[in-house]
């Protein structure tokens, strides 16, 4: 996402047989924890303890924008089967494929810890905190739409969601008003990226 993202960014476009797996943690977790452009808004990390403000960068988006690269995001605790038909679609394709999985970390400080991240995992993905797809560029080739988008409607509440995790409650009790300024944000944000997910696979 941040600091590797140039040498990812060129093997993607290189067109090269190429698979790249991001376990998106959403922070700097093997340096401690900083912020990086994965931190979702409203998220506290290291250089940011009063709350992320701007939203996270779209590397799914980004990655999809090239048009020949196979792009899926997955969440193996939501959707086992869906994680397991990415993978097998991006290795089976000749080019650059990148899956980007949602990874639990124990910088989130999940209520009941590590344990319980593939139940959080599929929290996310109800709550519409996390959205699950697929992007084939062979699908393109046949005259069909490349783009699946594999997570349902979000039926749960996004801020109940979040304020399961640390990261999102501490905000909430050092300053509820920006908690809440920055949350409500974050949930429009999210529920704008679903609208437009479900354009797309229109």
Request: charged letters at 25%.
């Amino acid at each position: 996402y941040d600091i590797g993202f140039g040498g990812v960014d060129h093997v993607l476009a290189s067109g090269e047989d190429v698979n790249i797996m991001v376990f998106d943690t959403e922070v700097y977790s093997n340096t401690g924890g900083q912020s990086s452009k994965a931190t979702p808004t409203g998220a506290i990390a290291q250089f940011a303890a009063a709350g992320k403000v701007v939203k996270k960068k779209d590397l799914a988006a980004i990655a999809m924008s090239y048009g020949y690269v196979y792009v899926a995001q997955i969440a193996q605790g939501a959707d086992y089967n869906q994680c397991l038909k990415a993978m097998i679609e991006a290795e089976s394709y000749h080019g650059p494929s990148l899956i980007i999985a949602y990874a639990p970390c124990i910088n989130h400080g999940i209520k009941g810890g590590m344990s319980n991240a593939q139940t959080e995992e599929k929290r996310a993905v109800e709550a519409g905190y996390w959205h699950l797809f697929r992007y084939d560029p062979r699908l393109a080739e046949e005259g069909k739409n490349p783009f699946q988008l594999d997570s349902k409607e979000p039926k749960a509440d996004y801020q109940e969601f979040i304020m399961n995790e640390v990261r999102y409650s501490s905000l909430a009790r050092s300053n509820p008003e920006r908690a809440k300024e920055l949350f409500e944000k974050a949930a429009a944000d999210a529920k704008a990226k679903y609208e437009h997910l479900v354009e797309l696979a229109k």
